[in-house]
């Protein structure tokens, strides 16, 4: 969980227990990483077994709108049903946040005066703004999916 940019939180449609755990996961998640924004997708799985259904779209939508708008999917991994569009919001998120982060940190230098001035301040600046885009280049190559 430490390392994790995102977390898919997925349960079974079929077991509201499973559903209730997911609680404790989300929990967990926000106190390790500190921070209420954690990019999550939950996801209730077996969408195939609709006749054994024991969460409610609405109780798991609810759920989704009450721990932040989390987007809410229902997928089946049997038919393969929505299961790439799940990874593909989950990343979105994460890419979000990282450029929402990676600007923020832009403003604060330049709200530090860190970001030029000064004799040869343009230079630093390209210097520093090529090690962040190095830096994010790197990142994305050795980033790893985990899956708990």
């Excluded at 997925?10 to 209730?20: A, G, R």
């Excluded at 708008?69 to 089946?76: C, I, K, L």
């Excluded at 569009?85 to 994460?94: A, G």
Aim: with cysteine.
């Amino acid at each position: 969980m430490k390392q994790g940019q995102g977390f898919l939180l997925v349960f079974s449609i079929t077991s509201m227990s499973s559903l209730n755990e997911l609680a404790e996961l989300r929990e967990q998640i926000i106190r390790i990483k500190d921070d209420e924004n954690v990019p999550i997708v939950i996801v209730g799985n077996k969408s195939d077994l609709e006749e054994d259904r024991a969460v409610s779209r609405s109780r798991a939508f609810a759920l989704s709108q009450q721990w932040g708008n989390s987007p809410y999917y229902e997928t089946s991994a049997r038919r393969r049903a929505n299961v790439n569009e799940v990874f593909v919001d989950l990343c979105r998120q994460i890419i979000r946040k990282d450029i929402q982060a990676s600007q923020e940190r832009s403003m604060e230098l330049a709200m530090n005066g860190r970001n030029g001035g000064g004799v040869g301040g343009a230079d630093r600046h390209r210097r520093h703004h090529g090690r962040l885009r190095n830096h994010r280049r790197r990142t994305k190559v050795k980033g790893d999916c985990v899956i708990l």
